[in-house]
């Protein structure tokens, strides 16, 4: 069995609590006399510098200790949380986070000019405080009585207990004992083991939430228990304690040291099977596995069906009923909330506000929303494109604002929805909105259309995602370049999800991505066109109704179904696939959404429900834009995908140009 290396637990622990840092110290920014995010950011620090010296990351310990100092006289008052502390110590988050991923390639210098930064706003009681002796009359300790016992196993695990200790001492004076009760003669010792216990004597003016923070990585493999005094600790009587060998004489434990967490034996047991950590690429072997299992369940379903034994059909039902469940429940796994996606946008709106002048208010909406990890990962950069464009290009400068009687702060909305089984994610300014004029004349002049050519304002808009197009006059480290929307579009079309523009002049503009819940397998609509099969997303899927032939006659030349009042365009896929085979007698018309329209997709026959197991095409079939992947039937024959979206906009095109040919 592999062993966990404890440095990568270390890495692990510490980005979730960068993490917490980094929205403790933006939100800061905005409420600087938050008592409860300058105890956040303190404790964060404080547990940062007592790992790091712990696991061996010393620079990480030394760095960091300058700026908890900081922020522990921010706590006591002495200095506020003005804004320019915030900026320095967002510097340093980011330089403590390149000493743990990359600890040969963090320049010493940056560490140096940030901690000097830093100085600037600080008036440094000193620089040693573990040297200096304050007054007991300036100080308003409290003496704690600290009974602390390990479980055997933690030395194993990475865990220095004399370390630990040492954070303790830090705190304040304070007295250490050893307990040997249960340490057995020399020839049944095992010095793997961890079995001394200490007791610990500390007088500080730090509270119990300081003392618990020591052990905050730890906390699930020992046993804590802290007893607040009614006297302070005369400094006459303290025993400063800096390795084992300094430690008090060894006592044996009193009866009453038996921790309080004895009452509740199921408690610590509970809190280590709330989360677990897995692996990324374990999850991905697991959904590959299950859409393997699904397929072989299909296949098992068709034979079943195809005979008459009970038995055999009852257990295939099993087996189906089992495997939607094991489906089910290993999609919920990979299942993520946006706002993991989300918070790591606060960062970059409040430096891109800075480096542009604009003050920008971040809004977010929908954060419990959940999309799967794969559609995560691969959201991300296109936010980043749609963020920064929104504040570079969007929002005016506060002076131009002005003039516009809006608020000196602009506004930068990301939300995300369920609607059916799609999500929403729109990012949503309140910005001067597009000018379709200039973005026309940048078309022309960059040869994307003809000088004068007809282009609806909806289509001058998609122009936006043409490669190389930009509408900057100026190339700059943030736009100008043109890479940015046109690599949004094809991500996002990569994701099986469209992508749709919308604006109101000088109210702002809305992008909003429409994506599949996931990537992996989804419920299709099982068709057969001419000899071959395929699938339809099931989501894209609105209605369906029967298809009269003469349908095709209607509105002067042109494809429409009368539904319920409503005309909607359809598209015949024996035409589109140039499908071989006799037409059906009965074909069916089946309704899909594309954004806000309606489409009709012409079939010859509708078989049925289909669980869809996705497998991409290969490199060869990579400019088949119509097809989104591929799957296997229960008989073990390929089905394509089809990608709605490009399906209409192929056959878009195809009627358009058509129609010039005839109109020649």
């Known amino acids: 069995m592999t062993e966990l290396d404890p440095t990568?637990?270390?890495?692990?622990?510490?980005?979730?609590?960068?993490?917490?840092?980094?929205?403790?110290?933006?939100?800061?920014?905005?409420?600087?006399?938050?008592?409860?995010?300058?105890?956040?950011?303190?404790?964060?620090?404080?547990?940062?510098?007592?790992?790091?010296?712990?696991?061996?990351?010393?620079?990480?310990?030394?760095?960091?200790?300058?700026?908890?100092?900081?922020f522990d006289l921010i706590r006591k008052g002495k200095i506020d949380a003005h804004r320019e502390i915030v900026t320095v110590a967002l510097s340093a988050k980011d330089y403590i986070q390149m000493l743990i991923e990359d600890p040969d390639g963090a320049d010493p210098v940056i560490g140096e000019a940030i901690v000097s930064d830093l100085s600037r706003y600080v008036n440094w009681p000193s620089r040693s405080p573990a040297l200096a002796e304050p007054s007991p009359v300036e100080r308003r300790e409290t003496l704690y009585t600290i009974r602390v016992a390990f479980d055997p196993d933690v030395l194993r695990n990475g865990t220095n207990p004399l370390h630990l200790l040492d954070d303790l001492r830090a705190l304040g004076t304070c007295e250490v004992e050893a307990i040997i009760d249960d340490v057995p003669t020399l020839d049944e010792l095992d010095t793997s083991d961890c079995l001394l216990k200490w007791s610990v004597r500390l007088s500080t003016d730090h509270g119990v939430a300081d003392i618990e923070d020591v052990f905050?990585?730890?906390?699930?493999?020992?046993?804590l228990e802290i007893t607040p005094e009614t006297e302070p600790l005369a400094v006459s009587k303290v025993v400063e304690t800096?390795?084992?060998?300094?430690?008090?004489?060894?006592?044996?434990?009193?009866?009453?040291?038996?921790?309080?967490?004895?009452?509740?034996?199921?408690?610590?047991?509970?809190?280590?099977?709330?989360?677990?950590?897995v692996q990324a690429e374990r999850l991905d072997e697991l959904m590959d596995r299950?859409?393997?299992?699904?397929?072989?369940?299909?296949?098992?379903?068709?034979?079943?069906?195809?005979?008459?034994?009970?038995?055999?059909?009852?257990?295939?039902?099993?087996?189906e009923r089992l495997a939607s469940g094991l489906r089910d429940s290993t999609m919920g796994v990979r299942m993520?909330?946006?706002?993991?996606?989300?918070?790591?946008?606060?960062?970059?709106?409040?430096?891109?506000?800075?480096?542009?002048?604009?003050?920008?208010?971040?809004?977010?909406?929908?954060?419990?929303?959940?999309?799967?990890?794969?559609?995560?990962?691969?959201?991300?950069?296109?936010?980043?494109?749609?963020?920064?464009?929104?504040?570079?290009?969007?929002?005016?400068?506060?002076?131009?604002?002005?003039?516009?009687?809006k608020s000196p702060t602009g506004r930068i909305e990301l939300a995300a929805r369920y609607v059916g089984a799609q999500v929403l994610v729109t990012v949503k300014d309140d910005g001067a909105g597009l000018d379709a004029a200039r973005i026309r004349a940048k078309a022309e002049e960059q040869g994307l259309i003809a000088p004068g050519a007809p282009c609806g304002e909806q289509e001058t808009y998609q122009l936006l995602f043409a490669p190389g197009f930009s509408t900057a006059a100026v190339v700059s480290a943030l736009s100008g370049r043109g890479v940015g929307m046109d690599v949004v579009k094809r991500t996002i079309e990569a994701m099986r999800g469209s992508i749709e523009l919308s604006t109101v002049p000088g109210e702002g503009t809305t992008v909003t991505l429409r994506l599949p819940l996931t990537l992996a397998i989804i419920e299709g609509l099982l068709i057969r066109v001419g000899d071959a099969r395929y699938i339809i997303p099931l989501s894209a899927v609105e209605e369906c109704v029967a298809f009269n032939p003469s349908d095709d006659q209607k509105s002067r030349g042109r494809s429409f179904l009368n539904i319920r009042g409503n005309?909607?365009?359809?598209?015949?896929?024996?035409?589109?696939?140039?499908?071989?085979?006799?037409?059906?007698?009965?074909?069916?018309?089946?309704?899909?959404?594309?954004?806000?329209?309606?489409?009709?997709?012409?079939?010859?026959?509708?078989?049925?429900?289909?669980?869809?197991?996705?497998?991409?095409?290969?490199?060869?079939h990579s400019d088949v834009a119509m097809f989104s992947g591929v799957t296997i039937l229960g008989d073990g024959s390929a089905a394509l995908i089809l990608d709605v979206a490009q399906l209409v906009s192929i056959a878009q095109s195809r009627a358009e140009t058509q129609r010039i040919a005839e109109a020649a």
Request: cysteine-free.
């Open 8 to 70: 990568e637990t270390f890495r692990l622990e510490v980005a979730d609590l960068l993490e917490g840092l980094e929205a403790a110290l933006l939100d800061l920014g905005q409420r600087p006399d938050d008592r409860e995010l300058i105890d956040t950011a303190f404790r964060a620090l404080h547990t940062i510098k007592g790992s790091g010296a712990m696991f061996g990351f010393d620079r990480v310990a030394a760095f960091t200790h300058d700026f908890e100092t900081a």
């Open 216 to 223: 905050m990585f730890i906390r699930d493999e020992m046993k």
């Open 242 to 277: 800096a390795a084992l060998a300094s430690v008090a004489p060894i006592r044996k434990a009193a009866p009453e040291a038996a921790s309080t967490e004895k009452a509740d034996p199921s408690r610590r047991g509970d809190e280590k099977a709330a989360t677990v950590r």
């Open 290 to 319: 299950v859409g393997e299992l699904v397929i072989a369940q299909a296949r098992l379903s068709e034979l079943a069906h195809s005979g008459t034994d009970l038995a055999i059909k009852s257990i295939a039902e099993e087996i």
């Open 336 to 405: 993520v909330p946006m706002g993991s996606l989300f918070g790591r946008f606060r960062r970059l709106v409040h430096d891109l506000s800075r480096d542009l002048g604009k003050p920008v208010e971040f809004v977010t909406i929908g954060e419990d929303t959940e999309l799967d990890k794969t559609m995560i990962e691969r959201l991300a950069d296109p936010l980043v494109h749609l963020i920064r464009n929104a504040i570079d290009h969007g929002v005016e400068n506060p002076d131009r604002r002005a003039v516009s009687g």
């Open 567 to 620: 005309l909607v365009p359809f598209i015949k896929l024996r035409d589109l696939f140039d499908a071989e085979g006799e037409p059906a007698e009965h074909p069916r018309n089946i309704i899909i959404s594309i954004g806000e329209s309606h489409v009709g997709l012409v079939v010859d026959q509708i078989i049925g429900s289909h669980q869809t197991v996705i497998k991409s095409l290969s490199k060869l």
